[in-house]
């Protein structure tokens, strides 16, 4: 039993440092970028998602801006150490309903212990939300992460409203989640065009929004995708420790 622990934690452990490698990657060939995004050749095959969200979340981030970081209690240790790693000075907040342990605690300025959807932070207030791997399971069953969970069908979209509202005008909401063909695994949704347009919907006028599709194959990796391609794409299709396809979705508040 101890034997089999100490494998699976060098497992998790070669696995966080591969991601971390690949988001490296991606950044250097974007340093001097025109603003578009590309990813390297065959890049973060059979990885995980976190590829593709910590490079956008890294990609935005600037020294000096007030962040909240949702839905980060049980964040992957690659997250942590990108969080750690940021240039000072820097302003990260965190908030969850699942209370983070001591050391995750650390990894941030401040952290807030409730629902992004009932806070109390005031309007305009974060020039940067990020919410990576995490609104999926909004209003689901969330019993692995906490008991203080409330099922819910709209929680999602009221989250993103919520965020918006709390975010300073100008300001970058970062939101990414699994895509493809509708999915409904009780902890988590794969979204689809008709539910992502449904998440979105109440906030369009408030914010400029993009959203960009991304794709993980065995043979090329993650690569970005157009919404047919992902179309019939579930969930697990890939066995690559996460998501087979990836909506990543930038709201700029007006």
């Not at 990609?59 to 940021?86: F, Q, T, W």
Request: include cysteine; aromatic fraction near 10%; proline fraction near 3%.
């Amino acid at each position: 039993m101890i034997f089999r622990k100490i494998k699976a934690s060098m497992r998790y452990r070669k696995l966080n440092e591969k991601i971390l490698s690949e988001v490296g990657r991606a950044l250097e060939l974007n340093r001097s970028s025109d603003g578009t995004i590309r990813l390297p050749a065959q890049y973060g095959r059979n990885l995980p998602e976190r590829v593709i969200e910590i490079f956008f979340a890294r990609l935005y981030y600037k020294p000096g801006l007030k962040i909240l970081d949702v839905g980060c209690s049980n964040a992957m240790e690659c997250h942590l150490r990108m969080v750690r790693g940021l240039e000072p000075p820097r302003n990260i907040v965190g908030i969850d309903i699942s209370v983070p342990s001591e050391r995750t605690r650390r990894c941030y300025d401040r952290f807030l212990h409730e629902s992004i959807v009932s806070s109390r932070v005031e309007a305009d207030t974060f020039d940067l939300i990020w919410c990576i791997s995490a609104l999926e399971h909004f209003g689901m069953d969330n019993s692995s992460y906490t008991d203080q969970f409330l099922l819910s069908e709209d929680m999602d979209v009221q989250a993103v409203k919520e965020m918006v509202r709390i975010l300073a005008r100008g300001g970058r909401l970062l939101i990414t989640v699994p895509y493809g063909k509708y999915e409904n695994h009780t902890w988590l949704r794969n979204y689809d065009a008709d539910h992502l347009r449904n998440l979105l919907a109440p906030v369009e006028f408030d914010a400029d929004i993009q959203t960009s599709y991304y794709r993980h194959t065995h043979g090329t990796g993650w690569r970005a995708a157009t919404v047919e391609e992902l179309e019939h794409v579930g969930y697990y299709d890939q066995s690559n420790s996460g998501s087979a396809g990836l909506a990543v979705i930038t709201a700029t508040k007006r």
